[in-house]
């Protein structure tokens, strides 16, 4: 398919100017159903709104599983139909809702519990922006990976993450949460 193709291409490239960066690279996607789709090498994708139709796609693209952060009574989420479209391609869904304007250190707990289960990753993560992906992205980085501050922090911003207020919390969670 010419979209995985371009993909990998483009990957590849990415992956090689940034060989010797100190942090991943970060690419950015054009994926049918997805809004705002930036890869982290092979780690991890954080992405916007997803529609089931992109499933299949992502499953092509060596995903092992889709933590979906969106509350299922946001508008467009569609949790039901996406649960079954990852049913129908043999990939782990997770729904973890996440309200980013009251986020819930609970809701941090189950997604590091589900992040660092064995076969979970390469994860496809998303919400409705990228926002709330990201953010759980760099808490992972912070408490599980002991990446310092400013490193996640660079990396979650090229991942989505825009919202002050969601990076005070992830920066919070970690630093009640260091082990």
């Not at 992956?15 to 780690?43: C, D, H, I, M, Y």
């Not at 060596?62 to 043999?90: Q, Y």
């Amino acid at each position: 398919m010419r979209l995985h193709a371009l993909f990998t291409g483009a990957f590849v490239v990415t992956a090689l100017l940034g060989a010797t960066s100190a942090s991943a690279q970060v690419t950015k996607v054009t994926l049918p159903g997805t809004q705002n789709f930036s890869r982290l090498e092979t780690t991890v994708a954080c992405s916007g709104a997803t529609t089931p139709e992109a499933v299949p796609e992502l499953k092509k693209m060596g995903f092992a599983s889709i933590i979906n952060l969106r509350v299922p009574t946001e508008p467009d989420a569609n949790v039901e139909a996406e649960a079954a479209a990852a049913k129908a391609a043999d990939i782990k869904y997770f729904n973890i809702p996440f309200n980013g304007q009251s986020p819930d250190p609970a809701v941090a707990d189950k997604f590091l519990a589900t992040i660092t289960t064995k076969g979970n990753e390469p994860a496809y993560i998303h919400c409705h922006t990228g926002n709330r992906a990201s953010a759980m992205w760099m808490i992972k980085r912070l408490v599980v990976d002991h990446w310092d501050v400013d490193k996640a922090s660079e990396e979650a911003a090229a991942l989505g993450l825009s919202s002050p207020a969601l990076k005070k919390f992830a920066i919070d969670y970690a630093q009640s949460h260091k082990k």
